[in-house]
């Protein structure tokens, strides 16, 4: 509970500064003392109620660009998104949702910052820290923190929310690659015998050559995409 605390805190002082508050403490306090007074309200754990300030905030924030003609992330693009070392199961619920996303397993902060500038990702972190680097304060890298006491569903809903993404065609979730929808006859051999009997679509991975098909698996995880639909998941 302290480690959320801290990061929530540290979270807030970052987003005063780029509120351009001049008393930032002050700032932090009211959002502190907002997150307490909500979990006594609805009847949450501090931990929620703080990540729920949290996803307030960035939307404020979000609609303060906005109001200077600035946009975060631009408008009608889906990003290219960096997940950090902790981030392997967002990565691959990200894929599902037809994300282009990156998963590094780089543990060193610098090595993590220069791959995603690199690649001109949205860089997604759990890790508060990152977010005071200079690089990420002056907008040259966008990141997006990702609080580490959510479930992964949640991960997921907080990024859809936050960059406005919309469902778009699932990718391997093994490596992210894109899925190609291959002959049934081709692939025969590797097809479980029950499956055949009532699939016919089958999808290769251009990129690690998984086979793929929309069984029973995968309408739960496409059950599980459409659960989000309140909070800002739309079928492209
Ligand atoms: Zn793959």
Redesign the pocket.
């Known amino acids: 509970m302290r480690r959320i605390l801290k990061a929530c805190q540290r979270r807030f002082e970052i987003l005063a500064r780029q509120f351009g508050s001049r008393r930032p403490a002050q700032a932090v306090a009211i959002w502190m003392k907002q997150a307490w007074q909500l979990s006594q309200r609805e009847r949450l754990s501090l931990a929620e109620a703080l990540v729920q300030v949290d996803a307030r905030l960035q939307a404020r924030y979000r609609r303060y660009l906005g109001r200077r003609g600035e946009h975060w992330p631009p408008v009608g693009n889906a990003p290219l998104l960096f997940c950090d070392a902790g981030l392997g199961g967002l990565a691959r619920w990200l894929w599902a949702a037809g994300q282009e996303a990156i998963w590094s397993r780089a543990q060193d902060d610098r090595q993590l910052v220069e791959q995603a500038l690199q690649a001109g990702a949205v860089l997604l972190t759990t890790d508060t820290l990152l977010l005071e680097r200079r690089v990420i304060r002056t907008g040259r890298l966008r990141a997006l923190w990702i609080p580490p006491t959510l479930e992964v569903i949640e991960q997921l809903a907080l990024v859809f929310t936050q960059l406005e993404l919309k469902l778009a065609t699932p ?2 979730m ?4 894109r899925l190609e929808q291959v002959p049934k006859a081709t692939v025969a051999d590797r097809i479980p015998p029950r499956t055949a009997r009532w699939l016919d679509e089958y999808f290769l ?6 086979l793929f098909w929309q069984g029973t698996h995968w309408q739960q995880i496409l059950n599980r995409l459409r659960t989000l639909g309140s909070t800002g998941l739309n079928d492209a």
Not at 174 to 177: D, H, K, L, W
Not at 205 to 210: D, K, L, Q
């Open positions: 990718r391997c093994r490596c992210g690659g991975c251009s990129v690690c050559g998984n």
